[in-house]
C-alpha cells in the first residue's frame, strides 16, 4: 500500500516533469525564432513573449506542489524500492527545485535586470573600448551572483562560491580539479605551442580564402551533414540548418536545429561549424529514446555537450583521413575554386596554430589556454583575491604569459566576450573540459575500434557516431560528468590523452 | 474609495488579458514554426507542445479570478463610470470567458479528440472519394457541435444553434441577416455571371501559364509586398514571407507573417496570394497601438478580416488601374516570359468568369455562390430539415442549381472543404460577408476619395492603406461587425455595392 503511494507520486513527479520539458522546448523554439526568422520590428514583442514565457516557466519549477512530492518521496521508508534510474530522476529535479527556490525572489528579479542592463552597456563599452563604462555594471552583476552563490554553496554542500557557480554547467566539478586538470593542460600545451612556433614550417593558410559562394557553401553544409549522418532532408529530419551570425545549435530530440555562417572567403568557417553543432545535435537526437521527457534524458553537462561537438568539428573534422575522404567531395561541389589544392597542403591549412587575443578564433591547441586564463580569474576574483577593476590588468598579463600577445584595448582583451555581462561565471571552463574529455574519449575510441579512423577515411562516420551514441549519448543524465567519464574511460579526468592526440597530430603538421 | 476598488480590479483583469494575449501570440508562433520551418520528423513532439500549451491557455482562459473580478466589476454601482472602451474590453472579457466555461468539460474534450479522428477519416475518405467513410465521423463531430450550440444559445442568448455557431466568427450577426443578405447577393451574381458566360467576349487565360522560375516569382512577391507597403526587408519590418501549400496569414501587431505558394506554371496564383494574405497582414498590423494587448487590439471579425484580404486581393489586385502601373514592373522582373503581354489582355485573364467546382479554385464572382451553397446547408443542418447523410445530394443539387456544374463524385463535392471535420460550422458565410463588406467600403472610399483608382495606378497605394487604416483596421474590436459596417458606411448590410463593382467590372471585361 505504502509502495504503491510512493509509485503514485513518482508518476505525478514525472507528470510535471514532463510538462516542464515539453514548456522548455517550446521556449526554444522561441530562441530559435528570435535568432533566425523573426522580423526585426517584433522585438518588442518578442521580450514581452519572452517575459511572460520566463514566468511561467518559473512558476513551474517552484510549484510547491513538486516540493510537497519530493518531501514525501525522499521521506519514503520505501525509497529504496525506487530503481537508480528513479532515484536518479528524484535527485535531479529536487536539484533544480533547490536551485530555483532557494533564493530570494529579490535577489533573481534584481539579477535578472542587471543583466539586461550590463549586456547593454557591454555592447556600447566595448564598441567604445571603454572598460571604465563596464566596470560599475559588471561589478553589480558579480556582487549578485556572488551573494546567490554564498546561499547555493549551503544548497548545494560545495567547498567554495565559485564552485556553486561551475555547479550550474557541470555538476560535481570542483574548482580544485579544475585547477589542477588544466595545469597539467598548461604545462601539456606550452611546449607543443613552442614546437609549432618556432618550427620550421610554415603551413600556409591562403587557400582558405579561396572565394566560395555562399549558394555553393550551403551545398557544402548539406552535404557535411549528411556525411556526419545528422539529417536534414528525409522525411524523417529531425533537424534543419539556417543561418545567424554566431552559429548555434537549439533543440530536443527530434527537433533539434542548427545554423552556421558563411563568409565568402572563407568557406572553412562554416565547414567547421556545421560540424561542431552538428556534434552538439547529435548529441541531443541521439539520447535514450526511453527517457524522453525524463529529467535523465538530457545531456550531462556543458562539458560534455563540447566534447561532442569539439569531437566532430576537431578530432574528426580536422584529421587528415576526414579530409582524404572528404576532398574531393568538395571539389566536386565547389569546381574550379580549389580544384588544385592538395590533401596535404588542406590538412595543414586548418591545423595551424598560431597564439592569438580572441577566443572564438583561436586554433585548437591554444585555445584551452584562453578558457585556462578565464578560469584562474574568475576563480580569483569569487575567492576575492582580485577585484573586478583589477581584471583589464590581470587579464593582459596572462595574455603575455600563456600566449605572448600583447592586449592593446579591452575590447579585444576582457570584454571580448559576452559571458560575464550576462553573470554567466563558472561557463568557461565546459569549453577546455570538453576538449579534455573529448582527448579521453578518443583515447577510448582507440582502444575500442582501432581501426576507427580508416573508418573516417571511407566516408563511414556512421561506426564512430554509433559508438559515441552507445558510450556518450545514450547515458543521459544518468551520471554527474566525472562518472560519467570514468563510466566511458574507466580513468579519472586527465588532460594526458588531449596532450598525447594534440602532439601526434601536430608532428604530422608540423613535422617535428 | 469604491470607485478606485473598481479601477484596481479593471486593471488586474486587463493585466490577465494582457497575459493572455501574449501567450496567444507565442501559439500563432509554434502553429507558423510548425507550418513552415519543423523538420517533419518532429510531428510527435509537436503535437505534445500543442497538447500542453493548449491547456496552459485554456488554463488561463477560465481562471476564476477572471471570473470573480468580472462578476464584481459588473455588479458595482460605479460600472458606468467607466468609458466606453473599457465596458468594450470587460464586455470582450465576458464573452470569451462564457464560451470557455459554460460547456461541459466532457463536451468540450470528447469534441476536441472527435475533431482529430473526423479531420484524420476526411483525408483519407477524401482521398478514395467515398462520403460513406467520412460520414459516421462527420455526424458524432456534427451532434458534438449541436450540443454545445444548445447551451451557448442561452448564454449568448442568440435565437437558433447556428446564430450561436456564427457569432464565434461573425459576433451578434444571425443567420436570418445573413439569409436576406445572401438571397440578394445571389439574385445580383446570377445574371451578372450569365453576361460573363454567355457573352460573346472570351477571355484567353493561356499567357497566364507562362513559366516563370521560383526564384523569380519570389522576387515578385518581394516587389509586391513593397507595393501594398508591406515591410519584410527594413529594419522595421514587421512582416515576412515564406512558403506553404496552403497560404495564410500569422500573427499579431509587430510579427505578423505571411506565407505562399509559387507554381511554375501559374506565376499569378502567388501575386494574387501575396495581395490577399497581405491584406490580412497589414489589419492585423495596423490595428490601434493604443489598444495592443487589451481585446479592442483585435480584429473585428471573421468577416472584416477577409473584407480586408479581398479588397486587397480583389479590389486593388484585379483592377485595371492597379496592372496599368505594376505591368511594367513585372515584365521588369520576369523579362522574356511576358515582355509581349499586354495590359488589356492581362486584365481580362484575371478576371475570367467560370462557374466551376472547386471553391477555393472559384473566380471572383462565382465565388460567393460557393459560400451561399455551404450556408444554406448549414442553416439546414442545425435547423434538422436535413441530415448528415442527406448532405451529398443536397449539394450536388445547389451546385447544379446554381452553377450549373455537375458534381461527378464527394470528394470534388461535399468532401472538398476541410472545415466540417474540424466542426467549424458557421465559419463558411465570413467568406462572402468580406465580399459584402467590401463592396460597401469600396463605395465608401469612392465617395471619400473620387480619385483612389488614379492613385493605384500612380503607384501610390499608400493613400488607400491609410484610408483603410483609418477608417477599418484602427478601430480594431471597438464594434461588433454589423456595427462597424454601419460606422464605417452609415449604411445597414447589403450586397448592393459589392453587385454593383462586379457588374462595373465585368463590363469592361467581357464588353457587355
Not at 510538462?19 to 530562441?31: A, E, P, V
Not at 552538439?280 to 560534455?304: D, I, K, T
Not at 547515458?475 to 566525472?482: E, Q, S
Not at 560519467?484 to 586527465?494: A, E, H, K, Q, S
Request: aromatic share 12%; charged share 25%; proline share 4%.
Amino acid at each position: 500500500m505504502a509502495q504503491s503511494e510512493l509509485i503514485d507520486r513518482y508518476g505525478k513527479l514525472m507528470s510535471k516533469c514532463k510538462d516542464y520539458t515539453i514548456f522548455q522546448s517550446i521556449g526554444g523554439l522561441i530562441q530559435w525564432d528570435m535568432e533566425t526568422k523573426m522580423p526585426p520590428g517584433a522585438f518588442n514583442l518578442r521580450s514581452q513573449q519572452l517575459g511572460l514565457f520566463s514566468e511561467i516557466e518559473h512558476k513551474m519549477a517552484t510549484d510547491p506542489e513538486v516540493g510537497t512530492l519530493l518531501e514525501k518521496i525522499e521521506a519514503d521508508p520505501d525509497h529504496n524500492s525506487l530503481s537508480e534510474l528513479q532515484k536518479r530522476n528524484v535527485y535531479l529535479v529536487r536539484k533544480i527545485y533547490n536551485e530555483q527556490t532557494k533564493l530570494p525572489e529579490k535577489l533573481v528579479s534584481e539579477t535578472e535586470k542587471q543583466k539586461v542592463i550590463s549586456y547593454n552597456v557591454w555592447k556600447k563599452a566595448k564598441a567604445i573600448k571603454d572598460f571604465g563604462l563596464f566596470k560599475p555594471e559588471l561589478t553589480k552583476v558579480f556582487e549578485l551572483k556572488k551573494q546567490a552563490a554564498e546561499i547555493l554553496m549551503d544548497v548545494k554542500g560545495v567547498r567554495t562560491k565559485y564552485d556553486a557557480m561551475i555547479d550550474y554547467y557541470e555538476p560535481k566539478m570542483t574548482e580544485d580539479v579544475i585547477a589542477e586538470t588544466f595545469g597539467e593542460l598548461k604545462r601539456g600545451l606550452i611546449p607543443i605551442i613552442e614546437k609549432c612556433v618556432n618550427g620550421t614550417t610554415k603551413p600556409d593558410r591562403s587557400i582558405l580564402k579561396r572565394a566560395v559562394p555562399v549558394a555553393v557553401q550551403q551545398e557544402i553544409s548539406k552535404s557535411i551533414a549528411n556525411y556526419i549522418g545528422y539529417d536534414i532532408a528525409s522525411e524523417k529530419a529531425r533537424g534543419r540548418i539556417d543561418e545567424t551570425e554566431h552559429p548555434f545549435t537549439n533543440g530536443y530530440y527530434d527537433d533539434v536545429r542548427i545554423t552556421t555562417h558563411y563568409f565568402e572567403d572563407d568557406f572553412a568557417s562554416s565547414i567547421f561549424s556545421v560540424l561542431h553543432e552538428g556534434g552538439h545535435a547529435m548529441y541531443e537526437q541521439n539520447l535514450n529514446r526511453e527517457w524522453m521527457y525524463q529529467p535523465v534524458g538530457a545531456a550531462c553537462s556543458y562539458g560534455f555537450h563540447e566534447s561532442q561537438s569539439r569531437f566532430v568539428e576537431n578530432i574528426v573534422g580536422r584529421s587528415g583521413e576526414f579530409w582524404s575522404y572528404y576532398l574531393p567531395e568538395l571539389k566536386r561541389i565547389t569546381g574550379a575554386a580549389l580544384s588544385n589544392v592538395g590533401l596535404e597542403q588542406l590538412f595543414r591549412a586548418i591545423n595551424v596554430v598560431q597564439p592569438s587575443k580572441i577566443r572564438i578564433e583561436a586554433d585548437e591547441a591554444t585555445y584551452s589556454l584562453h578558457i585556462i586564463i578565464r578560469f584562474e580569474l574568475e576563480r580569483d576574483l569569487f575567492a576575492g583575491k582580485i577585484t573586478v577593476g583589477e581584471l583589464p590588468q590581470a587579464w593582459n598579463q596572462k595574455y603575455m604569459d600563456y600566449l605572448g600577445v600583447e592586449i592593446e584595448n579591452d575590447s579585444e582583451g576582457v570584454m571580448q566576450d559576452v559571458h560575464w555581462s550576462q553573470g554567466y561565471f563558472g561557463y568557461f571552463p565546459s569549453y577546455a573540459l570538453g576538449n579534455i574529455y573529448g582527448g579521453q574519449i578518443v583515447n577510448k575510441l582507440n582502444q575500442d575500434m582501432p581501426q576507427w579512423r580508416e573508418s573516417i577515411a571511407n566516408g563511414r562516420f556512421q561506426v564512430i557516431r554509433e559508438w559515441l551514441t552507445k558510450n556518450v549519448h545514450s547515458y543521459g543524465n544518468i551520471y554527474d560528468p566525472l562518472d560519467l567519464l570514468c563510466r566511458i574511460t574507466g580513468d579519472r579526468i586527465n588532460s594526458r590523452h588531449f596532450i598525447e592526440y594534440l602532439d601526434e597530430k601536430y608532428a604530422k603538421v608540423y613535422g617535428y
